[in-house]
């Protein structure tokens, strides 16, 4: 039984701010950003986006009659939550018009989350066949004004229909992990940003990779030499590049012969775009199906998926022919070019402003143009509100 994802959407906000004013605002030079991190854009959020109506977004153009009739389950993974009870994942199924016999729930382990919930919606079809999942990562990565890390902000959601017999990509069952207890980054409750040893975290990243591969390797899985690109957790773009090292220090001979357009590619929307956080491993998966030019079909991609905390996680796929005609690379290739830049005073209020505040009665300004915006809160009860069918929806 073939088991993979069958269709897959992008939605980014409508705004961005570039790093080269950044770098400016900052008195550095550009380059540490452009060329040392490898960031170009950073999309940012309005008042009335959030998590929910990012990914709500991005999953509408993958809804058809029939996908509706067939998901089963909505597994939504962020680290941006909005409640510390209710999923997210619940205001996505009624702005979908879901079915009521669905199982809703959140994942959370940093970055990796998503990918959990990829594994889990793959053993869900494999149990029941006839059934459709749909996996979202959705997320806002903040950091503190004029910190190291503000550079490596952004935002986005991916959306991922997974079922029998994909169009895009069969998705193999061999599973590599590394588990490690390490405060690398992490969000207390308390805090709307996180907190981060960079050093540590990259190092424990490239640690985990390499466990993950030989895991990987020990379950089954290809060999570097049967693999033609890579997919890595980019919460910078270069991070690509530095997890590339460590094949080229485990396995030179096979990564010599791979070079890097094995990753390239799949850095593109990165650039962007920013840090998504859970999203960031399947922006890339995007990216290289979408810029690719030469056809991907039958040709296995080998996908690294990081949370910091630390879970990793490598596995593998294989492109299905005749993906390219279900491909949605215009429609995001148009979404990316008509973004529109922001002043550094209009990024500074949307990203550092109080504009969903901690109170129980409140209403943001109509910004975005997406079909569906958030809309503050009644009671405490999150507001959203359907463009497409003029429909307020509250929890």
Not at 261 to 268: C, E, G, R
Request: glycine fraction near 8%; aromatic fraction near 10%.
């Amino acid at each position: 039984m073939k088991i993979g994802i069958d269709d897959i959407g992008l939605f980014v906000p409508e705004h961005f701010f570039p790093l080269d004013e950044l770098a400016a605002r900052h008195n550095i030079d550009p380059n540490k950003y452009l060329v040392g991190i490898g960031q170009e854009l950073m999309a940012v959020p309005a008042p009335d986006e959030d998590i929910v109506t990012l990914a709500a977004n991005a999953a509408l153009p993958l809804i058809d009659s029939a996908t509706r009739a067939s998901i089963a389950t909505v597994i939504l993974a962020t680290e941006s939550g909005i409640d510390q009870s209710k999923s997210a994942g619940l205001f996505v199924h009624s702005l979908l018009g879901l079915r009521a016999d669905c199982r809703v729930v959140e994942f959370k382990q940093a970055c990796y989350g998503a990918t959990a919930g990829l594994q889990m919606a793959c053993a869900l079809v494999r149990q029941r066949p006839q059934e459709k999942v749909l996996v979202i990562a959705t997320d806002i990565a903040r950091y503190e004004q004029n910190s190291e890390g503000e550079c490596t902000q952004g935002a986005g959601a991916v959306a991922m229909i997974v079922s029998e017999n994909p169009r895009l990509l069969e998705i193999h069952p061999h599973q590599g992990r590394y588990s490690l207890d390490v405060m690398d980054f992490w969000r207390p409750n308390y805090r709307s940003t996180a907190l981060v040893d960079g050093k540590l975290s990259i190092d424990v990243y490239l640690e985990s990779l390499q466990h993950a591969w030989q895991n990987y390797r020990a379950d089954g899985g290809l060999a570097l030499t049967d693999i033609s690109y890579l997919c890595f957790h980019q919460p910078f773009t270069k991070m690509a590049k530095k997890a590339f090292s460590v094949f080229e220090n485990i396995e030179p001979e096979a990564a010599k012969a791979l070079g890097d357009k094995a990753y390239s590619t799949s850095q593109l929307y990165g650039k962007a775009i920013g840090n998504c956080y859970t999203a960031s491993l399947y922006i890339a998966l995007l990216s290289l199906l979408d810029k690719t030019e030469e056809d991907l079909s039958g040709q296995h991609i080998g996908l690294f998926s990081y949370g910091s905390g630390s879970v990793g996680e490598f596995f593998s796929a294989t492109v299905v022919k005749g993906y390219q005609a279900h491909s949605r690379r215009q429609q995001h290739a148009r979404m990316l070019a008509q973004r529109t830049r922001l002043s550094h005073a209009q990024y500074s209020d949307w990203f550092y402003g109080n504009n969903q505040p901690a109170s129980a009665d409140y209403s943001t300004p109509r910004v975005t143009t997406g079909a569906f915006r958030y809309c503050g809160a009644e009671g405490y009860r999150r507001l959203y509100e359907s463009t497409a069918q003029q429909l307020q929806m509250a929890s």
